[in-house]
């Protein structure tokens, strides 16, 4: 059974600060692995989403990182604002769960103005 | 494009009481998932739909809980009788088709079971 683990499960930084949210993973065998954000009262939105062949995606001030040999998946947010505060979620798909999402618990980030 | 929308968004409910959560998912989307969230850990899926068909329904506690997509649009989530584990944000999701990686989620409805 796939096991998703985010570390830390929280954190805060000062405004202007690069943000480093990692994410790691039990069965290697990934299909392709998303970064979510959730705001308080709100679902989720997907942020970048890395298939298994490829190293990193980058979205404006977002870039993700897959590393598939060592179970491991590194979201960098750049520059942070506090509009960036909000809960992190990684979620990976595999084969051997007919491509259903597993999603770790997250990681809760709060930048100071 | 309307989002996906879900009603109620708080619940508070006693214990082995019934509740029903509704969903509608954005026009045209072919697929639709309901998820648990409890406080602290990610989603975990519940049941999944391909238009009025069930996908995948292994993690429901079908003792208790039981869905339905009518017509293949709508979708009701209910619990009966409610426990205290019952706790949790729902989250209704829906994609465009089964092998999609775009899920669109509502806002969810918060329950607490007392």
């Known amino acids: 059974k796939q096991e998703v683990t985010q570390i830390p499960a929280a954190l805060s930084v000062p405004e202007g600060e690069n943000l480093v949210l990692n994410c790691s993973f039990t069965?290697?065998?990934?299909?392709?692995l998303q970064w979510f954000r959730q705001d308080p009262g709100k679902g989720l939105t997907s942020l970048l989403l890395?298939?298994?062949?490829?190293r990193e995606q980058t979205s404006g001030r977002l870039n993700a990182s897959l590393d598939k040999s060592s179970g491991r998946s590194t979201l960098y947010i750049a520059a942070s604002q506090p509009g960036d505060s909000a809960t992190y979620l990684c979620?990976?798909?595999?084969?051997?769960?007919?491509?259903?999402?597993?999603f770790g618990a997250g990681t809760t980030v709060t930048v100071r103005a | 494009e309307a989002g996906v929308a879900q009603s109620p968004r708080y619940k508070i409910i006693e214990k082995r009481q019934s509740v029903a959560f509704w969903c509608n998912p954005i026009?045209?989307?072919?697929?639709l998932y309901w998820y648990q969230q409890i406080l602290g850990q990610g989603p975990k899926l519940l049941i999944q739909?391909?238009?009025?068909?069930?996908?995948?329904d292994s993690q429901l506690p079908k003792d208790r809980f039981s869905a339905e997509r009518l017509k293949g649009v709508d979708s009701t989530l209910k619990i009966q009788p409610a426990k205290l584990e019952d706790s949790a944000v729902y989250l209704c999701?829906?994609?465009?088709?089964?092998?999609?990686?775009?899920?669109?989620f509502g806002p969810g409805t918060r329950l607490t079971v007392t």
């Open positions: 069965d290697s065998a990934i299909y392709n």
């Open positions: 026009s045209g989307h072919a697929t």
């Open positions: 999701a829906s994609s465009p088709g089964e092998k999609s990686y775009e899920q669109y």
């Open positions: 739909f391909q238009n009025n068909g069930v996908v995948d």
């Open positions: 979620a990976v798909r595999t084969r051997s769960n007919d491509y259903k999402l597993s």
């Open positions: 890395i298939q298994s062949s490829q």
